[in-house]
């Protein structure tokens, strides 16, 4: 059994987590000043900071969603992407932030980048919410970021263990850990 550990360190509550947001969105409002960007959130893992950074965002922008999934399950990610639902949006000539909850081995993004090169946006950049740099396989790195983490499976904040946990406001450690002193929920 796995259980969802609710002692959460300091820098992953929920005012903690608003407060990152904000100095992301000003660094991207600051950096883009003048210009309308196009947003685009890689679902579903960055419904929730998208959602929430867009707000923090003083530009006219615009924004676009993919839905893109890595294969197999579980708490590893298997390298291979499959993107299920692309951009509505034409992007050629236009400055695009790619929105991620998380960067981890890199597969992810570096698939999303490649396609969206190809069609020649004026600009592209990389905003994630977590950044896991030492999983990295593929040397890609974020633009802008809120927290850069250790290898530990987290859940919350749109992020998911088999579908569960994205609603929860804060971000929580996923342990095999039969002990968790709080809430413990069987997944
Ligand atoms: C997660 C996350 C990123 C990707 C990061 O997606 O949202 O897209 O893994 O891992 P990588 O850097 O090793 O590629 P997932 O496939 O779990 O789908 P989800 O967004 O629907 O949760």
Redesign the pocket.
């Known amino acids: 059994m796995k259980t969802i550990d609710k002692v959460l360190y300091s820098q992953y509550s929920k005012e903690k987590i608003a407060e990152a947001v904000k100095r992301v969105g000003a660094e991207i409002t600051r950096d883009y000043t003048g210009k309308s960007p196009l947003i685009i959130g ?5 419904f929730i900071f998208m959602a929430d950074l867009i707000r923090e965002i003083d530009l006219l922008c615009q924004v676009d969603f993919m839905v ?3 294969y197999g399950g579980g708490t590893v ?1 298997s ?1 291979l ?1 499959r993107i299920v639902k692309d951009v509505d949006m034409d992007i050629k000539d236009r400055d695009v932030i790619i929105v ?10 570096q698939s999303v980048c490649d396609v969206l090169r190809a069609r020649k946006p004026r600009s592209l950049k990389i905003c994630v919410f977590l950044n896991k740099k030492t ?1 990295r396989k593929i040397l890609l790195d974020a633009d802008y970021e809120c927290f850069e983490i250790e290898n530990e499976f987290v859940v919350g904040y749109g ?2 263990y088999a579908e569960k946990y994205r609603n929860l406001p804060y971000l929580a450690v996923l342990r095999d850990n039969d002990s968790a002193q709080e809430v413990q929920t069987e997944v």
């Open positions: 890689i679902l579903k893992g960055s893109v999934k890595s990610s390298g992407v991620e909850d998380i960067l981890d081995t890199a597969a992810t993004l999983r992020l998911d």
